[in-house]
């Protein structure tokens, strides 16, 4: 979708979207892909399954829509996927959704757009702006749009005819002190696709802090009280986002005393991780930056970390 918000003043008249609204098969793709397409069905912004359905958008209708296409294994192997499978398309014209989506979007800002299938009308949640309600369905779509937009994740589902999709921009990493885990801790950042920012001094780390959205991640490496204790002070009257700690559980100890004579209750103290990072057994900088990721990973999709062998539900998101 950022592609195509991205492209929204260039697309002709009668552009319509195009989004991935349910796969069966093709191994670990999501649903939620979107292109634009011209009023012949040619792509034009964006990129839906490798480019494989292109040829079927060509007979895509102009008013809102459900088009079903087939992939086969070896078609999909042919553009580096796991595995063919069914797709369902839903195809819209692109000016009847709300300005609000589009402006969220350019501007990377989280916003959760929900869509009636049926007609295609759209509403928006983000974090500045609501929606009103108009029924039970809606309430329900609202509701849920707010819990997206708390765990930080982009998704997209589908409840009574109504698809709701979140938009979240990546992960920006706050790292605060210039430790070596903090090098690759911006490594590891790098190789998912993630932003990042080192800081250090008092006035940068509290800056840092409040600046952090619901699906960024603040990790203090610092082990200056004059820093630290500020800048944790400031992440939990903020309240959103991943916000880790490292240092021995002495240290968190005497962190955790400190931020109590500044008014915080052992429930707001809690949502601290630390020691930071999940426990992999983790020696070196480098490994301690994998489970330190790992963590903020599980923690914005709401999992508790454990191994897939272990467990039997869904192993993507």
Known sequence: MYD???ALDRLPDGARLVRVLHLHGFGSRHAG???????DGRVIAGRILAGLVDDALTDAPASPSVIGVDVTDPEAESAGMACGGHAELFVQPVDTIDQLAWRSLR???????????ATGATRVVSDHDLAGTTGNDDLLADQRSRALLRSGRSTLEVEHQLMIESFLPPTTVRIVGHAGVGVALAAQADLLGWHHQTVD???????????QLSHDALVILSHDEAVDTPCLAAALAHGRGYIGALGSRGTQAAR????????????????????????????T??????????????????????????TDGPING
Do not use: K, N, Y
């Not at 001094?201 to 600046?211: F, L, N, R, S």
């Open 4 to 6: 195509v918000a991205d």
């Open 33 to 39: 892909e979107a292109a634009a397409i011209d009023a």
């Open 107 to 117: 501007q990377r800002r989280p916003v959760v757009v929900v869509t009636d299938v």
């Open 201 to 211: 001094g008092t006035d940068d780390a509290v800056a840092a802090a409040e600046a």
């Open 256 to 283: 955790r005393e400190r931020l109590v004579d500044v008014g915080f209750d052992a429930t707001q103290l809690d949502t601290i991780h630390g020691p930071v990072g999940l426990d992999l057994g983790s020696r």
């Open 285 to 310: 900088p480098a490994e301690t930056a994998v489970a330190i990721v790992a963590e903020i990973i599980a923690h914005r999709s709401g999992r508790q970390a454990s191994s897939l062998a272990a």
